[in-house]
């Protein structure tokens, strides 16, 4: 078992940085892979980024390649994501989650636990 509280999120103009954070109970972190997840209203939650359980391997939503960078910190039960050129279009809700099954999935059934979310608001 393992709980997820998320922060971070805020408002930014566009153009501009976000870091959320994403603290982890439990002594399980370490030995599982982590995923970034955004609803926007009216659309599915959708993949952002994800990492596997040393941090030695990411992969990105093709959205957010090349601006967002997850990253991990196992002795603090932490996971990251660094939002960088930020545009309205990346305003939802954000969401971490667990994958325990080490598949490193893109798609939300494979994640079996989730925070409860941060905002993320980019004004234009």
């Known amino acids: 078992q393992v709980q997820l509280v998320e922060s971070g999120g805020g408002l930014v103009q566009a153009g501009g940085s976000l870091r959320l954070s994403c603290a982890a109970s439990?002594?399980?972190?370490?030995?599982?892979?982590m995923g970034w997840f955004r609803q926007a209203p009216g659309k599915e939650r959708e993949f952002v980024a994800g990492?596997?359980?040393?941090?030695?391997?990411?992969y990105y939503a093709d959205s957010v390649k090349g601006r967002f960078t997850i990253s991990r910190d196992n002795a603090k039960n932490t996971v990251y994501l660094q939002m960088n050129s930020l545009t309205p279009e990346d305003t939802a809700p954000y969401y971490c989650?667990?994958?325990?099954?080490?598949?490193?999935?893109?798609?939300?059934?494979?994640?079996?636990?989730w925070g409860q979310g941060t905002q993320v608001t980019v004004s234009s």
């Open positions: 989650a667990a994958e325990t099954t080490g598949l490193r999935s893109r798609s939300s059934d494979g994640y079996d636990y």
């Open positions: 439990g002594r399980t972190f370490s030995s599982y892979n």
């Open positions: 990492i596997n359980w040393s941090g030695r391997s990411t």
